[in-house]
């Protein structure tokens, strides 16, 4: 029977994971709607793999690179402004809602992922 606090813990791997699958996704849709020339479409590509890898490693070994992948959700999220402002200039809707999703899914992702510690009293 497992305590609460490592229950908790393991649903990190899982946040890390249904992130890769959305970066992974709408950043492919993206690429695929700019006729697979705009390469922007591969950050959210290229970084939900890393969500993808990072989730099996957190799996493997717990509390390791939590706070690493955190950072990078966070930080990735501020880089998906200046995408998110280049289709509000070019009244992209469907580039708006796919670079908000992106942002949107960085920081739950973090937001989510440091609940899951109890020691970080920050987020209740």
Known sequence: HMSGIE???S???RLALGTACILFLVGFWGYAANDFVLHTGL???ISGLI???ASFY???????IERYLITFALVLA???VWP???NVEQVDPWGIFRT???MVACVAFAILALRQKPENSLIK
């Open 7 to 9: 229950q908790k813990s």
């Open 11 to 13: 649903q990190t791997p």
């Open 43 to 45: 950050t959210p590509m």
């Open 51 to 53: 969500f993808a890898i």
């Open 58 to 64: 957190i799996w493997k070994h717990p509390g390791k």
């Open 78 to 80: 501020v880089a998906f």
């Open 84 to 86: 998110l402002m280049r």
């Open 100 to 102: 908000a999703t992106e």
